[in-house]
């Protein structure tokens, strides 16, 4: 698939404009005064002649541009194409904002997505204007500066925990991207990019050495939903919520996480335009990927204007988009977690599938390194060898079930089910449902909570049909399919609004 140039117009207008909305989709590089901005940089409009229009920084960056300093363009939302693409491109761009290239090489990139390093360079230059390395250095350069105006890390700390090899690098990168050192770029930080705290528990007393950000999203942003989603199913053991006195909205949400250096305990909570960050980690350099996923958590990346202005030309949906902007799609924080959960959750209530996932946890789950403040929290999920041989056993209920989860673990401990943001939808769920006992529910539920898909709609799923008759959408399969159609490519967004009416409805009922 080849990307469609950026439309010179279209981006000259957002900028004349100061348009917000474009902030993350493409940079603005201005040949008069060699630097690179956000569409919404408040300095003066530079001239047609003078501006080039680039899809991410690292194509300015190699074309010889500095970050501005007054727009600080690193500090904004991620592009939502990553997401909506599945071309190779914007699988690259995943992975490599995961870290895939400073934990594997350009080789390990190239080899998830099934190329020679030498093609995946050609394709990435020609769609994204820079190659697989100095994409990776912008994602570096973007986590450093973050870390820098945000934490009271030391620069050399700063510096590992953002994939950097070397201190000098580290430096030179710095100041070739943003045209300061560490220090001064540290010094020109926003008050705004401070995380705050309120009275909840395990954020008024941060853990020793751990380490608080402040991510930022596009608005409207309705995370405290995302909260209440995985409030739902929380896992005794795995994750804790916690609600403190400042009404509905202050809500804390504490889990275990294995990453691929070590585990990490992190904390989250919301506020307008913003997750609040905070983590302890038994390896710095793992740090990008757990930042990477909770973006991916709480769909940080998406568009909500577009996606509500699409959803509320229908006067069915209307109510729910104006009482809800900003809805996101939940996102997970480990691919064999989230496949092993939507197995045990198939046709069975969100009680039962959360007390058969405490089991599994509380019997197979590995310990929290001590090193680790646990919070209320103490155990990591189970990993795929340790649920192949157990699950089984463990596991209650129907036998073809608790089969269908050691199945996969197997597979997936094997390394012959790769379960990555490498893959397609199609390539996923296609993988997924070859496997005895996973239909296309789960491996499209898969798809949603692991992918980010914008466009599943689960029509088969009672809570989906539930929530559509409650909203006045047709509630049979085919013909609530037929009825929104014409939404595509935002169902998923959609599905979440049903979701919320099924679940409001139980609540009145």
């Known amino acids: 698939m080849t990307t469609a140039p950026l439309d010179f117009d279209t981006c000259y207008s957002a900028v004349a404009s100061l348009d917000k909305r474009f902030d993350g989709q493409f940079i603005t590089a201005v040949r008069s005064t060699g630097i690179y ?5 408040p300095a003066r409009t530079p001239k047609p002649s003078n501006c080039t229009f680039y899809r991410t920084s690292a194509a300015a960056h190699a074309a010889g541009y500095r ?70 250095r912008a994602q570096r350069a973007q986590s450093a500066r973050q870390l820098l105006v945000s934490t009271p890390m030391q620069a ?16 030179d990168t710095i100041g070739e991207v943003f045209g300061m050192t560490p220090t ?26 751990a380490i608080a950000l402040k991510l930022r999203t596009r608005e409207p942003f309705n995370g405290v939903d995302v909260l209440r989603w995985l409030e739902r199913r929380a896992v005794a053991g795995l994750e804790l919520v916690e609600h403190g006195d400042n009404g509905d909205h202050d809500i804390a949400y504490t ?45 940080l990346d998406a568009d909500p204007l577009a996606i509500d202005e699409a959803l509320a030309r229908d006067p069915r949906l209307a109510p729910s988009i104006a009482a809800h902007p900003g809805t996101r799609i939940p996102g997970s924080m480990g691919a064999t977690e989230m496949a092993v959960r939507a197995i045990v959750g198939q ?14 946890v509380a019997t197979v789950g590995e310990p929290l390194p001590p090193a680790l403040d646990s919070l209320g929290v103490d155990t990591l999920f189970p990993a795929a060898d340790a649920l192949a041989e157990s699950a089984v056993d463990v596991l209650t209920g129907q036998l073809a ?109």
């Open 67 to 136: 970050a501005c300093k007054r727009c600080l363009p690193e500090a904004v939302p991620g592009s939502s194409e990553w997401n909506m693409r599945e071309d190779v491109a914007a699988r690259a761009m995943r992975l490599i904002t995961d870290g895939t290239v400073d934990r594997e090489g350009v080789t390990g990139l190239a080899s998830r997505l099934g190329y020679s390093e030498r093609q995946l360079g050609r394709i990435l230059t020609e769609e994204l204007g820079a190659g697989p390395l100095q994409l990776a």
């Open 156 to 171: 050399s700390e700063v510096a590992f925990a953002a994939g950097f090899a070397s201190i000098r690098q580290f430096n």
């Open 255 to 299: 889990r275990t996480v294995r990453l691929a250096r070590g585990a990490a305990v992190m904390t989250v909570r919301v506020e307008a335009g913003a997750v609040l960050l905070t983590a302890s980690l038994e390896h710095l350099d793992d740090l990008p990927s757990l930042i990477s996923r909770t973006r991916r958590l709480f769909d």
């Open 37 to 41: 901005c956000r569409p919404s940089c």
């Open 347 to 360: 046709q069975v209530s969100v009680a039962a599938a959360r007390t058969a996932t405490e089991r599994l």
């Open 401 to 509: 079930r608790r089969e269908t989860v050691a199945r996969l673990a197997r597979h997936i401990a094997a390394g012959s089910l790769p379960l990555d943001v490498s893959q397609t939808r199609a390539d996923l769920t296609g993988a997924l449902e070859a496997l005895r006992g996973i239909g296309p529910w789960t491996s499209n539920y898969l798809a949603l909570r692991l992918l980010g898909s914008p466009d599943v709609l689960l029509t088969g799923d009672s809570a989906v049909r539930a929530g559509a008759a409650a909203l006045g959408l047709p509630s049979k399969p085919t013909d609530l399919a037929d009825s929104v159609a014409a939404f595509a490519p935002w169902r998923s967004y959609l599905m979440t609004h049903l979701w919320r009416a099924a679940s409001l409805q139980r609540k009145d009922s």
């Open 184 to 209: 001064e770029l540290r010094g020109r930080a926003r008050l705004s990019e401070q995380p705050t705290t309120r009275n909840v528990r395990t954020l008024d007393r941060p853990r020793a050495g």
